[in-house]
């Protein structure tokens, strides 16, 4: 049985067309990056981060983040990180995961050897209730219209209860040994800010200060420093919720020869709703060698 989405029709719509279309002008719209992808696929990118809330609020963020996708060669395996916001373990999922846009399938054979070597065990119904990877994949689909029956993902939660440092070993070995051509993608939101998410460090100028926590946690990003990035967190509080698969992509790419990571675009909620009275910041981020 395929795991149902459990956030259509809140975080995005559960109806085809309603679905194409808010893709479609997330691409199009204020902070996104203004035109669908192009169809030339040239790129080389080994992964990338984009957020997982809501699309009228992280859309266009998304929508970076999946240009670079679709304008890079096509994955045989899209690993994507995400995180449990309910605080269970790490693990995987082996079934298929269906859409509004159809039924996205796994790739079994990836995830058999990856469970070999890193010792994680499947979990679906961990998966079932999670929300940071569904989200990802309308946008997955989205861009691939042309490839639906070749994608695969390999879907992996990963906690604070394993190393992040050993699931990325374990993660590129099973890269080299099934000689797969994979993309990482890490699920992440930024800075939460506000009484509803019991941060609220600052009272005035929250969105150059928002602005100015994040950027420096991208920084770290950018220069591929896992260690300094949860350090910054750690000496700030930023509520940075995917901070360990951040961590996790980051030391995949380094081990894959990954040389720069580049900011796409970065704003707020705050931005879209004109109140930062409780806001949350949302990156899109590549990695490449």
Known sequence: MPRKPIVAGTFYPADFDELSNQIN?????????????????????????????GYQFSGQATAWAYKEIAESKLADVYIIL??????????????GWETPFGIVKVD????????????????????????SIEVQLPFLQFVNKEYLQQIRIAPIIISEDRNYEE???????????????????????????GINYG???????????????????????????????????????ATICGRIPISTIIASCRLLGAKKAKLLHYYTSGDITDDYSSAVGYGAISIRK
Not at 34 to 51: D, M, Q, S, V
Not at 115 to 128: C, P, R
Not at 200 to 221: G, S, T, W
């Open 199 to 237: 941060f609220f460090p600052f009272k005035n100028n929250v969105k150059e200060k928002m602005y100015e926590l994040d950027k420096e946690a991208i920084e770290h990003i950018k220069n591929l420093d896992a260690k300094e990035f949860l350090k910054y967190i750690d000496n700030t509080g």
């Open 25 to 53: 002008d997330s691409f199009h719209s204020k902070f996104g990056p203004g035109a669908l992808p192009i169809k030339k696929r040239t790129k080389e990118i080994l992964g990338i981060i984009a957020p997982h809330a």
């Open 167 to 193: 699931i990325a070993q374990a993660i590129v070995k099973t890269i080299e040994q099934t000689r797969k051509n994979a993309v990482i993608i890490a699920s992440s939101d930024f800075t939460h800010y």
């Open 108 to 131: 079994q054979n990836f995830q058999k050897v990856l469970m070999a070597n890193s010792g994680l065990k499947q979990d679906e119904e961990t998966h079932a209730k999670e929300h």
């Open 82 to 95: 995400g995180l449990s916001h309910s605080g269970s373990n790490s693990c995987t999922s082996l079934e």
